[in-house]
C-alpha cells in the first residue's frame, strides 16, 4: 500500500496545485457565504448568529423583490431578442460565400470588448441631453426621450448594452451548430419543394434544439447576474439603480448591502436566493427547450411497442400450449 502511494505521489503533486487554489478561491467562500448568511456582519466586528432571520427579512424586504422584478425584465428584453437576432445572424453567416472569417470576427468582437468601456459609449448614446439616439428621434421630427431617468427608459438602455455585446459570441456558437447539419437534409427538402422559411423553421431550428437549449441557459445565468451595465450607468453609491432604483438588479442590491452598507450576512442571503432564482430558470429553460415533450412521446411509444411485444409472446406461448394439449 504504501509502495502504491509513493509511486503515485508524484502524479497526484503535479495536480494539486488546481484543487488546492479552488478549495482557496472556489469551495471556501461558497461554505463561508452559507455560513455568515446565517450570521449579521459588518465584515470586521464579531458574527452573530441569527438563523433564517436574514432570509425572512429578504422574503419581506420590498427592495429586494423591485430587484428581481428589474432583473427578470431586463433579462426578457436583452434574452430573447438577442437569441432571436444570434439565430438569423448565424444562418446568414452559414449561408454567406463571401468575407465569411470577417463576419465572423466583427460579431464577436462585442463578446472580448471592455464592458465598462462599452457601457459608457452606449452611456453617451442614450444620453437625455446630448445623446445621439435624441439626436437622431430629433432630426426625424420626433420629440427626445428621458432614456435614463424613467424606468423603461433605464430597463431598455441596460438591455441594449447586453444584447450587443453578446449577440455575436451566441451567432458564433449557432453558426457551429449548423455547420454540424448534414447537408443531404437540406438538398432532401430542396427537392421537396421546402421554401427557405419552412427549412429555417422546420429543419434547422428543431435540430439545432441542444444547442438553443446550452444559450438559453448560460444567457440565463449571465442574464440574472447583471451587474456592470447599471453600475457604470448609475455610478453614484447613494443611488446605485439610478432614478427610482429602476435600474438595480439582484447583483446590485446584493452589492449595495454587503459593500456600501456592510450588511455582508444580509449580502449573502441575497446571493444564495439569486443562485436559487437561476436553478429554477435553468430548469424551466430545460423543460420549454430541451425536447422532454419529446422525449416523453418517444418513452411512451417505447412502453407501447414493448407491451405490444410482451402480449404478442405471451399470446404465441399460449396458442402453442393449447396446441400441444391437443
Known amino acids: 500500500m504504501q509502495n502504491r502511494i509513493r509511486q503515485a505521489f508524484p502524479q497526484y503533486a ?30 470586521i466586528g464579531p458574527m452573530k448568529w441569527v438563523g433564517l432571520e436574514q432570509y425572512s427579512y429578504l422574503l419581506g424586504d420590498p427592495t429586494f423583490w423591485k430587484a428581481i422584478g428589474n432583473t427578470m425584465i431586463i433579462w426578457v428584453l436583452s434574452t430573447v431578442p438577442m437569441l432571436l437576432l444570434a439565430l438569423v445572424i448565424a ?39 446630448f445623446g445621439l439616439l435624441n439626436a437622431f428621434l430629433q432630426s426625424i421630427g420626433l420629440g ?15 438591455a441594449t448594452i447586453v444584447t450587443w455585446r453578446w449577440v455575436g459570441y451566441n451567432a458564433i456558437i449557432y453558426l457551429a451548430g449548423l455547420q454540424a447539419i448534414s447537408a443531404d437534409v ?3 427538402a430542396k427537392m421537396d419543394g421546402a421554401s427557405p422559411r419552412q427549412t429555417f423553421w422546420r429543419i434547422t431550428v428543431p435540430m439545432l434544439r441542444p444547442v438553443i437549449l446550452f444559450t438559453a441557459v448560460t444567457s440565463t445565468i449571465g442574464g440574472l447576474q447583471i451587474f456592470t451595465e447599471s453600475r457604470v450607468l448609475f455610478g453614484d453609491t447613494s443611488n446605485i439603480g439610478g432614478p427610482g432604483d429602476a435600474g438595480m438588479t439582484i447583483v446590485s442590491y446584493l452589492y449595495q448591502s454587503a459593500f456600501i ?16 432564482v437561476i436553478v429554477l430558470f435553468s430548469i424551466i429553460n430545460w423543460r420549454l427547450i430541451g425536447g422532454s415533450d419529446d422525449e416523453r412521446l418517444t418513452s411512451r411509444a417505447k412502453r407501447r411497442a414493448e407491451r405490444k411485444i410482451a402480449v404478442q409472446k405471451a399470446a404465441d406461448v399460449q396458442e402453442k400450449e393449447l396446441a400441444d394439449v391437443r
Open 186 to 188: 437540406y438538398e432532401a
Open 14 to 43: 503535479a495536480i494539486s496545485p488546481f484543487f488546492i487554489l479552488f478549495a482557496i478561491f472556489g469551495a471556501f467562500p461558497v461554505l463561508f457565504s452559507i455560513w455568515i448568511s446565517f450570521h449579521s456582519w459588518d465584515g
Open 261 to 276: 452598507k456592510n450588511q455582508f450576512g444580509y449580502g449573502a442571503a441575497i446571493g444564495w436566493a439569486l443562485f436559487i
Open 91 to 129: 444562418n446568414a453567416l452559414h449561408n454567406a460565400t463571401r468575407f465569411r472569417t470577417f463576419y465572423r470576427i466583427a460579431y464577436f468582437i462585442p463578446n472580448v470588448t471592455s464592458v465598462v468601456a462599452v457601457t459608457l459609449v452606449f452611456g453617451s448614446i442614450f444620453s437625455n441631453n
Open 144 to 158: 427626445k426621450i428621458e432614456w435614463l431617468t424613467q424606468p423603461w427608459g433605464i430597463k431598455i438602455a441596460i
